[in-house]
């Protein structure tokens, strides 16, 4: 229900049905949403990036990747993204956030492996600190799939100060990241 709607609904004295009206969650209230796409150019592999007003940024997986798009069940997440470097092995201490590893904005975060043979690397899309990967996907890896902006997230990463505003500049804003939706929809009919 717009808010349109429930003024005039009060205007004319009717009850208002506030069970239809929901708060917002958490990640609409506090943070904003940007956006990377077809990442190492593979077509669609989106990635979002929630920043906070503290400049912590949340990421997770697009609503447009492969991954969410069709609904793919996710064997297993491997955070191990090379022979050496294994991402659940990141320790931060300290208000510094001392010992994170450092990220570029192409390090890979982890390796999602689909029940259909297709594997999908997850990058951190922004230069910084990680200060934390989500662990429950381990347990619970199609958490991406169900709820890919709360308890779905990847990792928790934080930019250098000062670098917030460059980052969110190199990254698409949610108008921008509808209209290329919408481009790419438009592109792949048939004319």
Same mark, same amino acid.
């Given at each position: 229900m717009s $808010? !349109?709607?429930?003024? $005039?609904?009060?205007?004319?004295?009717?009850?208002? $049905?506030? /069970?239809?009206?929901s708060p917002p969650s958490v990640t609409e209230r506090y943070y904003t949403p940007f956006y990377l796409t077809d990442i190492k150019g593979k077509p669609c592999e989106d990635q979002c990036v929630l920043f906070h007003s503290n400049r912590i940024c949340v990421i997770t997986i697009a609503l447009s990747h492969p991954i969410v798009k069709h609904k793919k069940k996710i064997d297993n997440v491997d955070?191990?993204?090379s022979g050496q470097t294994n991402r659940l092995e990141n320790k931060v201490s300290g208000k510094g956030k001392r010992g994170g590893q450092?990220?570029?904005?192409? /390090?890979?975060?982890?390796?999602?492996?689909?029940? @259909?043979? *297709?594997?999908?690397?997850?990058? *951190?899309?922004?230069?910084? &600190?990680?200060?934390?990967?989500?662990?429950? #996907?381990? @347990?619970?890896? +199609?958490? #991406?799939? +169900? %709820?890919?902006?709360? !308890?779905?997230?990847?990792?928790?990463? #934080?930019? &250098?100060?000062?670098? *917030?505003? /460059?980052? &969110? &500049? /190199? #990254?698409?804003? %949610?108008?921008?990241y509808d209209n290329k939706l919408l481009e790419r929809e438009k592109n792949a009919k048939p004319d």
């Open positions: $808010d !349109e709607e429930v003024e $005039d609904q009060l205007a004319l004295g009717m009850s208002l $049905d506030l /069970s239809a009206v955070f191990q993204v450092w990220l570029v904005d192409i /390090s890979p975060l982890c390796v999602a492996h689909c029940e @259909d043979g *297709s594997e999908h690397v997850l990058y *951190s899309c922004v230069r910084g &600190k990680l200060i934390e990967v989500n662990d429950r #996907l381990i @347990d619970d890896p +199609n958490l #991406l799939i +169900n %709820k890919p902006e709360a !308890e779905g997230y990847i990792a928790i990463v #934080l930019p &250098k100060l000062g670098q *917030s505003e /460059s980052l &969110k &500049k /190199s #990254l698409l804003t %949610k108008q921008q």
